[in-house]
């Protein structure tokens, strides 16, 4: 994820028609929510501090959302965040083999015979 913020409180809301799950540190959120049109507003206070996506798992698994537009707002948003594998690495192009080049032969003039070395 690309942030390590926690949350005390999660659940879902309905704004302009669209479901959606929501996080809050307090939840006094009821409040702003409502006053900015969201209806159906589910909180729950959670035990403890949780990323986003453990919220999710959590509230998932209560009461309080098990009808089947919470279940699928959750599901929903724990299927577009969850975790990506790291991608594998990209195949390196096979190296080129050696290009076999010829042996020269070394030539040695007549005379360097009796040269001292």
């Known amino acids: 994820m690309a942030t390590d913020k926690l949350f005390k409180v999660a659940g879902i809301s309905k704004l302009n028609g669209e479901y959606k799950v929501r996080f809050a540190n307090d939840i006094m959120r009821i409040k702003v929510l409502a006053k900015s049109g969201h209806e159906d ?10 990323s986003k996506y453990e919220a999710a798992m959590l509230i998932q698994a209560m009461d309080d959302f098990s009808d089947v537009v919470a279940q699928a707002t959750i599901a929903e948003y724990l299927e577009d965040k969850a975790p990506k594998a790291a991608p594998a690495p990209k195949a390196k192009a096979p190296a080129k083999a050696p290009t076999k080049t010829k042996a020269v032969k070394a030539t040695v003039p007549a005379d360097a015979e009796d040269a001292p070395y």
């Open 41 to 50: 507003i589910r909180l729950a206070e959670l035990d403890n501090e949780v």
